[in-house]
């Protein structure tokens, strides 16, 4: 068994797929397996063996040689401070006009309760609308799943409820892409659904699911190691942290939405657990075809390998 380091396990996680911390991927056109150690990037283009995304070779003079995972992002860009700063900004304006009564701001402190047990907390923009008491938290750097988990238990504490929105620097698109961490579970605090804003769209939000993506697998034929002859491809195969965005159609911040309790739910990694809380969710009927995404994810399952490996803080 391969001796595997911290620092592979984390950039896994962060992408959702371990297909590539025991060192290799495959050549997209011949399906050769090649380690990390002696693959150059002519030898490519790979992809990795579990989750089908493009994966690039990186060579490392301080670390040991590793394939990475590769593909289009959300655009959330490099200046995460200035887009954050410029959507509390323009929603909480907005708020406080439309309901003056409300008291909306940002940033301002709500001091800590001994009865509920709650830390302080800083939202980014809080207020009430028709009196019942709302925090929007603005997601424009990568935060870790246990502070979404600990800012969403501690809101709902205090009987608030809570907002996610994640601001891009522009649109997101209709080409697939590969959710990041934290896109991912919020995606499953609010049922399937994640809620991305840009510059100018106000108190309008674009709920995006991350539905069902393939890549064509091309047919090859090649002599292996051993002189036995090998054939793979000719086929689709599902992406498993490569998503396609299906929009749900630009939504009101408060006129399509409603306070929710949101009951526990326990995924297949528990450490992805979403816990007990109160959400400020919209109030679409979900606009995507659960019976074939069941049947997607099923066939995901199917196709990981019996022998697939991880030690126990990072199992599946």
């Not at 090859?220 to 992406?239: C, I, L, R, T």
Request: glycine share 6%; hydrophobic share 30%.
């Amino acid at each position: 068994m391969v001796e595997l380091d911290s620092e592979l396990f984390h950039q896994a996680e962060e992408v959702g797929c371990y297909g590539l911390v025991e060192g290799y991927a495959k050549n997209l056109h011949t399906h050769k397996q090649y380690f990390a150690e002696t693959a150059v990037k002519a030898d490519g283009p790979f992809y990795c063996p579990w989750c089908y995304s493009e994966v690039i070779v990186r060579k490392c003079v301080v670390k040991r040689d590793h394939f990475a995972h590769h593909g289009r992002l959300s655009p959330i860009g490099n200046r995460e401070s200035k887009l954050h700063k410029e959507c509390k900004e323009e929603i909480c304006e907005l708020l406080k006009q439309r309901f003056p009564e409300g008291k909306w701001a940002t940033e301002r402190e709500i001091p800590p309760s001994k009865n509920a047990k709650t830390p302080k907390l800083v939202p980014d923009i809080s207020g009430r609308i028709n009196g019942m008491a709302i925090v929007i938290e603005v997601q424009a750097t990568s935060l870790s799943v246990p502070k979404i988990v600990e800012r969403s238990k501690n809101y709902s504490k205090l009987g608030i409820s809570l907002l996610w929105i994640v601001p891009l620097i522009r649109p997101l698109g209709d080409e697939p892409f590969r959710p990041r961490m934290f896109e991912r579970y919020i995606h499953s605090i609010y049922y399937g659904r994640t809620y991305y804003w840009t510059k100018g769209q106000g108190l309008t939000l674009t709920p995006v699911h991350y539905g069902k993506a393939y890549r064509y697998i091309e047919f090859s034929e090649w002599v292996d190691e051993y002189g036995e002859q090998q054939q793979a491809g000719g086929y689709n195969k599902p992406y498993k942290v490569v998503k396609s965005p299906e929009y749900g159609g630009d939504i009101d911040l408060v006129d399509d939405f409603e306070k929710k309790e949101r009951e526990e739910f326990i995924p297949k990694n528990e450490r992805k657990t979403v816990p007990e809380c109160s959400i400020w969710k919209d109030c679409l009927e979900h606009w995507w075809d659960k019976d074939a995404e069941m049947a997607f994810e099923v066939e995901c399952e199917e196709d990981i390998p019996e022998d697939y490996w991880l030690p126990p803080r990072y199992e599946r």
